[in-house]
């Protein structure tokens, strides 16, 4: 899995190297600053991370813990759950969600989980259709309903298969849009209320997947999402596509929830579990030169 993230900053660190093309010791304050809002960090953000950096030289390792430091509040931590898991998978229209259960699918079953899918955006009829041939394609049970049924009944139909059927996982996929979004809110609320009706403490975790190439576009609607329903961790899509990737920490640090897995690309290998490290470490090195890992680095990341 080493390098996917990596790779996937490849626009964001092409977008860095138009401000500094060559590999520097250290950079001055500007252009830290000039850095940052080239790869989309959020200006307050990036106005607080110049604030506390005292010294005009910016070495690797100032802005290494700088900007590792942006997800400190961003922890996540599995809560204790009887079988089935079940997962929601919420966000608005195109940002994902559908390709990201495929995903998410995939990478279940790798770990030895089996999983069931429920087609709970019955908004679309080819919502249904896309999930229903990702089914196939990876060989899962899917239930689903008529478009425009109750979407709460298919999740409740799908944690029900799981349970007589002892499958680890339920992943129950949402509408993003609605006719409005007082009408999405509820939807999504009685969602959450019926899964709990079928399996006591579910859903066990609400994933929010949110479109990388958005920027920080998406934090209004992550707030939103949270408030509606509260997220346990999000998802960033797309991040293969876009010079935005700085976008990810103003994520984090505004709505202080833990990032779990970057989408890379189409294909349902292309997710990848999100390392703090590894992401920020992706950015430093577009910027400066080599250094040799710490023994404390090293140390920090095998407890990580
Ligand atoms: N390059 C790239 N494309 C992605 C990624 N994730 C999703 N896509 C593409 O984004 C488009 C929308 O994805 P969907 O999964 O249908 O999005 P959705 O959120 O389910 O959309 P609705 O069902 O309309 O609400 C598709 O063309 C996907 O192939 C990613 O990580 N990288
Ligand atoms: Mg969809």
New binding site residues.
């Given amino acids: 899995m080493f390098g996917f993230i990596k790779k996937s900053l490849k626009k964001t660190t092409d977008a860095i190297k138009t401000i500094v093309p060559k590999k520097k010791p250290f950079i001055t304050k500007e252009e830290l600053e000039d850095i940052l809002l080239e790869a989309d960090v959020e200006y307050e953000l990036v106005e607080l991370i110049i604030g506390e950096i005292p010294q005009e030289k910016v070495t690797r390792e100032i802005l290494r813990s700088k900007l590792l430091a942006t997800f400190a509040y961003a922890s996540y931590k599995e809560p204790e759950f009887t079988p089935p898991f079940v997962e929601l998978i919420v966000?608005?229209?195109?940002?994902?969600?559908?390709?990201?259960i495929a995903k998410l699918t995939s990478y279940y079953k790798a770990q030895g989980n089996s999983v069931i899918l429920g087609a709970a955006?019955t908004f679309?009829a080819a919502?249904i259709e896309?999930l229903t041939l990702w089914a196939q394609k990876l060989d899962v049970p899917i239930v689903s309903s008529k478009q425009g049924h109750d979407p709460s009944a298919v999740a409740y139909d799908t944690i029900s298969s799981a349970k007589a059927k002892n499958i680890d996982r339920v992943i129950i996929?949402t509408?993003?849009?609605l006719h409005t979004q007082t009408n999405l809110a509820n939807e999504l609320k009685k969602i959450v209320r019926i899964c709990d009706k079928a399996h006591s403490g579910a859903p066990h975790r609400t994933l929010l997947?949110l479109?990388?190439t958005q920027g920080n576009s998406a934090i209004a609607q992550a707030k939103a999402f949270n408030e509606m329903i509260g997220i346990d961790g999000i998802i960033i899509?797309?991040?293969?596509?876009t010079a935005k990737g700085g976008s990810v920490f103003s994520i984090a640090f505004a709505l202080e929830l833990p990032i779990l897995f970057i989408?890379?690309?189409?294909q349902p290998e292309?997710l990848t579990p999100f390392d703090k490290y590894e992401f920020v470490d992706g950015i430093l090195d577009a910027i400066f030169e080599e250094t040799p890992t710490t023994e404390k680095e090293k140390k920090e990341k095998v407890e990580s």
């Fill in positions: 966000g608005v229209n195109g940002a994902g969600k559908t390709t990201t955006d679309r919502a896309q996929d509408a993003g849009r997947v479109d990388g899509t797309k991040l293969d596509g989408g890379t690309g189409e292309n």
